[in-house]
């Protein structure tokens, strides 16, 4: 029971956290704070990567929008340098916030959800198949990273797993951003200007909604497949 409890505060500690996070990011002008913390880290030399890659760990677990520092690291660094900062600073903030959440209330989950047949069925499932998954869903720019972050913790996936997928799967998006900020060219344009306008414009929209479209169908059917080996299968 005193486990159970312990168990319990710690979810809810997590979730005031988020929340509070959220509300954070929400009330202040995050775009304008990650402005002025890029300005910054310009200035700082052969200091500014580790910086660099810091302020993305913290976005990651603060809810800040990592697309303002993505395509930073495209302005600061140009584009090989800018995806390799990129992809480590991302990896590092999706692999605390998994640690954060599987520890805090992963124990919460199961103990609320553990007879439920449904349940057990995904979260194996998962265990499974959630690299595929997650290296899917990391290739669309549709779906969440920070939040989904969170909730990969919650599953029963390995961390290794996660942690090695997420970072070669978030490296053809990051290469694209990061080309985008080189374009962008000015951190002071971040977030008030577009970043890309006429053909290119479309070229990047329909890269997002074709990717978008494939990676929802192959996960529905990797889902799929993996559900119907675990669920019971319902009597004729």
């Known amino acids: 029971m005193d486990l159970l409890k312990r168990n319990l505060a710690r979810g809810l500690i997590l979730l005031a956290v988020l929340a509070v996070a959220a509300w954070f990011v929400r009330t202040l002008d995050a775009r304008q704070i990650l402005r002025d913390i890029l300005i910054r880290i310009s ?7 580790f910086w660099f890659v810091v302020t993305y760990v913290v976005a990651c677990l603060t809810f800040f929008p990592g697309v303002i520092l993505t395509l930073g690291g ?41 007879q439920n047949a449904n349940f057990r069925a995904i979260d194996d499932a998962v265990e499974r198949d959630g690299w595929k998954i997650v290296g899917l869903i990391r290739l669309s720019p549709a779906f969440p990273f920070i939040p989904l972050n969170f909730v990969f913790g919650l599953t029963k996936i390995p961390f290794t797993h996660f942690f090695c ?10 290469c694209l951003f990061v080309y985008l900020g080189t374009l962008l060219g000015d951190i002071a344009a971040l977030g008030t200007s577009a970043i890309v306008t006429g053909k290119t414009k479309w070229v990047v929209s329909a890269l997002g909604l ?27």
């Open 43 to 49: 200035a700082l030399g052969p200091w500014a990567p």
């Open 74 to 114: 495209g302005i600061l660094f140009g584009l090989f340098k800018g995806t390799l900062y990129v992809s480590i600073g991302a990896t590092l903030g999706a692999g605390c916030a998994f640690l954060l959440s599987r520890y805090a209330a992963r124990d919460w989950v199961i103990r609320r959800f553990s």
């Open 165 to 174: 997928i997420t970072w070669l799967s978030i490296l053809p998006m990051s």
């Open 210 to 236: 074709v990717s978008t479209i494939v990676v929802t169908i192959l996960v529905t059917r990797i889902a799929q497949r993996a559900l119907s080996t675990r669920l019971p299968q319902k009597p004729d």
